[in-house]
């Protein structure tokens, strides 16, 4: 039997010297377990969402360096590892030395070049170019090789010849999107698979959101039932990101035999390392330990990750975080609790006349059951203070008024830019940012108020998931850190008389509709706009096409309310909202479509379509005065 092990290291991004020292660390390892061979994954040594480091001619030639140690270290085992490759003597489309994502392949010190290859290495030959991906912004496709070759992409695509102790492993090696084929005009794997090769080897950087796990099992499960070729999947581990959007990478190593069955897969952002065993007859493919899916939601292990990679990615262990008695604050509180020592957290709890007796007694329980440290700073008199001085300043002609709604942006911002950066600062650590994804889409939150802080960790979830983290996080705890009555309140900002959830006054958007409404504008590949809504809504097929519970004509009394309501909402969203979002904090990737790099925006003005404002027409007609 062939032993191969697997390493999803903790990539450090732009890092190549952290970097080899893990890489060396798994080597000797491997060996000391007997392994034959080591299979690391894509881009280990530099990280993968590095952005324009990939522009630097002195960071390129420090990953050559130690592309040079790997080899060197492969005395008495195979490794396998991906990493970015370099030909100086071509250029890229953008004029730069010519760069790969590649697979590199080492034995006896020296590298091994594929078979009939060109190069002692395998070029990735599927370019992502959606969501987080760039890489045909910096990397040159097996394709185009090929093309400039005058090879066909059969041709060009071959199969490594892995030595394994007194055997060779004939290998399909694929790079993470060459197995994610399902939407371009070819299939590196079906092409690999005709050139009798007997394992699969997929080193992938795949970044974690929701459902991809699934899906991936999925896909790769049905295709190798079909080529009947079995397959191990190496995966990175870490945080990485793209300035604004962070993104957690989960591992989940995986192994599938040559009937697409899962046999074994690592837990998330866990098991640093696997052993899998080969029969290079049978083709039969184990591993050396059980290893059973994972089962559950990944919401709560995949943000715990990530909070806990990105304070230690800013060095900061200490976090200010305002708690309101609602549950945005509650559940990032809590978050943030359960991967921070107890006095390494501070509540602060900032009231004003507004703020119910309520909602000030849920916040002090849950401190009182997060353990953490406490305060409570009334700030009324400082909203009053620069309201006075502000009141009746001349300007011009005329002269300052603070209407109620600036009043009530000033107490946001009192909040965050002036008390909690100032406790943050004292206390020796960051604020959060507790926004969730639905005020983030439509900007019901204040700029330099409550949509600052130095991470908005929770900004990726819609309401309805908010509310499922903080049931997680109770069960993880198991107890009640957040109280009962947190997840019963009416959802309300507090910041004037017309906001009293003593008496059921909250927030303007019905969560239970408009989390569905809003999600559809943002992540479906194929996204929807008022005119598809209204489409739906006119059909009778709009609840359908959401995903929502209500019933949508519940909601609203007619036709020409419903309109309104629509049309609110992707005026805010497409409207003032981005450039509330291109200020607010970066997040941490949980969904398809997160803002920042995932969403690219530009600041353009809300747009209707003919046939929406033709629909409209038709829907809304005014007789007499009264709708029909």
């Keep these: 039997m062939i032993k191969i092990a697997t390493a999803q290291i903790d990539v450090i991004p732009g890092n190549i010297r952290e970097n080899w020292k893990q890489i060396e660390e798994e080597i000797e390892r491997a060996r000391k377990a007997g392994a034959h061979m080591l299979v690391l994954p894509e881009m280990c040594l530099t990280g993968y969402l590095i ?3 990939w522009d630097q001619s002195a960071f390129l030639r420090e990953c050559e360096a130690y592309n040079e140690k790997i080899a060197a270290a492969s005395r008495d085992i195979t490794i396998l590892w991906g990493s970015c490759a370099i030909d100086w003597k071509k250029t890229n489309d953008d004029g730069r030395p010519r760069k790969y994502n590649a697979a590199f392949a080492a034995a006896n010190g020296h590298f091994l070049i594929p078979e009939k290859g060109r190069h002692p290495f395998v070029i990735k030959t599927l370019l992502p170019n959606y969501r987080c991906f760039d890489d045909r912004r910096y990397f040159t496709s097996l394709r185009q090789e090929a093309l400039e070759e005058g090879l066909s992409i059969e041709e060009a695509l071959t199969p490594f010849l892995l030595p394994a102790g007194s055997e060779t492993i004939r290998t399909g090696v694929l790079l993470c999107e060459d197995s994610w084929d399902e939407n371009y005009s070819l299939s590196p794997m079906s092409i690999l698979a005709k050139k009798d090769i007997s394992l699969f080897l997929n080193l992938s950087a795949s ?20 080529l009947r070729i079995p397959m191990i999947y190496v995966n990175q581990r870490g945080l990485q990101n793209n300035g604004k959007t962070c993104y957690t990478f989960d591992g989940m190593t995986a192994a599938y035999d040559k009937e697409g069955t899962l046999i074994a897969e690592a837990r998330p952002y866990e098991e640093p390392r696997c052993l899998f065993l080969f029969d290079r007859a049978s083709e039969n493919l184990m591993s050396e330990k059980p290893m059973a899916p994972f089962q559950g939601s990944m919401l709560l292990p995949a943000l715990r990750y990530g909070v806990r990679k990105f304070l230690s990615a800013i060095h900061v262990d200490k976090v200010v975080i305002g708690v309101s008695g609602g549950i945005d604050s509650a559940v990032n509180a809590a978050l943030y609790r359960s991967v921070l020592p107890k006095d390494h957290l501070l509540l602060v709890n900032t009231p004003t006349r507004f703020n119910s007796e309520m909602t000030k007694d849920l916040a002090r329980k849950l401190s009182d059951h997060l353990e953490s440290p406490y305060l409570t700073i009334p700030i009324g008199s400082f909203i009053d ?10 300007v011009g ?13 000033m107490q946001a911002r009192d909040r965050s830019s002036r008390i909690l950066s100032a406790l943050s600062a004292a206390f020796g650590g960051i604020f959060t940012c507790n ?42 705890y198991g107890q009640e850190v957040i109280p009962e009555g947190i997840f019963t309140v009416k959802p309300s900002a507090e910041l004037s008389e017309s906001q009293d959830v003593t008496k059921g006054l909250g927030d303007p958007l019905i969560y239970e509709y408009h989390d569905y409404l809003l999600k559809s504008f943002v992540e479906p590949w194929q996204r929807n706009t008022p005119e598809d809504i209204l489409a739906w809504y006119r059909e009778g097929t709009l609840e359908e096409h959401l995903g929502c519970s209500v019933k949508v004509k519940d909601l609203f009394p007619t036709h020409a309310a419903f309109i309104q309501d629509l049309e609110r909402w992707w005026n805010l969203f497409a409207g ?3 450039a509330k979002r291109i200020q607010a904090p970066p997040l941490i990737a949980i969904s398809r479509r997160p803002y920042g790099y995932d969403l690219r925006e530009s600041q353009v003005s809300p747009y209707y379509t003919d046939r929406y404002l033709e629909m409209k027409r038709s ?10």
């Design 51 to 53: 952005g324009d480091l």
């Design 576 to 578: 003032f909202a981005v």
């Design 207 to 226: 970044p974690f959101t929701l459902g991809k796990n699934e899906k991936r099992h999925r896909m790769l499960g049905d295709a190798l039932s079909k």
């Design 619 to 628: 829907m809304v007609e005014v007789v007499k005065g009264s709708e029909v």
């Design 397 to 409: 002609k005329g002269k300052i008024h603070l209407t109620g709604f600036m009043k009530e942006n």
């Design 385 to 394: 203070e620069t309201a006075r001085a502000l009141e009746g300043l001349p």
């Design 435 to 476: 926004a969730n994804k639905t005020e983030m889409t439509v900007g019901y939150g204040t700029l330099y108020g409550d949509l600052a802080g130095a991470l908005a960790a929770t900004a990726d979830l819609w309401k309805y998931q908010i509310y499922e983290l903080g049931r997680a996080l109770n069960e993880w």
